[in-house]
């Protein structure tokens, strides 16, 4: 007999809180530092045992995904059962945040998929291989399971976590815009302007910056609206691009600036999302 339950994990969001670039690689990757953070706001993925696989989408952003057939999410249940066993799942994948919009959200997905799965069949989640096929997934995918704030290194598989700013108002901000991160790392201009820091994290954050930010900018322009929009309102501690874009985001000092702040900015094309960080 199948065990029938359901587990529904939460697929949050990611933000790069900094992210610096300082070299290409060998290998074409790109080696970096970063300060991921996530947020309370995101995807959700349900996975139940079945008799056959199947993948299904709901939420907002679900119509954009339909007719992928292949994708993180599939990827990641393939690789579990091939690691670990468990035999076929119905998946269903509720999509609440834009797609190629540098906060995650695939990755996170399929983070949440390997969550749900090892807590379906029993698997540790410090279990190596489930961050071996985090890793093969993806580069933002291991940070997605770890599902806290760290300091990521090599090509951002490589965590420390760190503690601090949990709480923290966000106000996150898309123009409407999809991004290539192949494009933007292409773009970017491969000087290395040193380490991230040491210290109080937000310190740490707002002395650091996003390397992958100029040649977003220069690539969708509509970003350069977001931020100065989010940089110009009061209460904001920090306003920065994430991933290679086009999300942005602020920390506001508490959550009357942050709500403040959502109501200032809501436009028809932009997408919007008042959370915290966790």
């Not at 670990?84 to 906060?103: M, R, T, Y």
């Not at 970017?188 to 740490?204: F, K, M, N, T, Y």
Request: overall charge negative; proline content about 6%; charged content about 20%.
């Amino acid at each position: 007999m199948h065990d029938l339950r359901t587990v529904t994990e939460p697929a949050r969001a990611k933000l790069n809180l900094a992210l610096h670039v300082r070299h290409r690689r060998p290998d074409g990757y790109h080696e970096l530092e970063t300060l991921f953070a996530f947020v309370d706001h995101g995807d959700l993925v349900r996975v139940t045992p079945a008799e056959t696989d199947s993948f299904t989408l709901a939420g907002p952003f679900a119509a954009v995904l339909a007719g992928e057939g292949d994708n993180l999410v599939t990827r990641a249940a393939t690789r579990f059962r091939e690691a670990f066993g468990g035999g076929a799942h119905a998946i269903e994948l509720e999509k609440h945040l834009p797609v190629a919009s540098g906060i995650g959200g695939g990755s996170a997905d399929a983070a949440a998929t390997l969550r749900a799965l090892a807590a379906l069949h029993g698997v540790d989640l410090a279990d190596p291989k489930l961050f071996a096929i985090a890793d093969a997934l993806g580069s933002d995918v291991p940070a997605c399971l770890l599902g806290r704030t760290a300091l990521g290194r090599g090509r951002g598989e490589r965590l420390a976590p760190l503690e601090g700013l949990a709480g923290t108002p966000t106000l996150l901000v898309n123009p409407g815009v999809g991004v290539s991160t192949a494009a933007v790392f292409k773009a970017w201009d491969g000087e290395d302007r040193g380490p991230i820091g040491a210290g109080d994290l937000l310190a740490v954050a707002q002395v650091g910056r996003n390397d992958l930010e100029p040649p977003a900018r220069a690539i969708a322009p509509a970003i350069d609206a977001v931020l100065a929009a989010l940089a110009a309102q009061p209460g904001v501690l920090l306003a920065r691009m994430s991933g290679s874009g086009a999300t942005c985001f602020a920390l506001f000092e508490t959550e009357a600036a942050r709500d403040a702040a959502a109501a200032t900015l809501r436009r028809p094309e932009w997408w919007l999302a008042a959370t915290r960080l966790c």
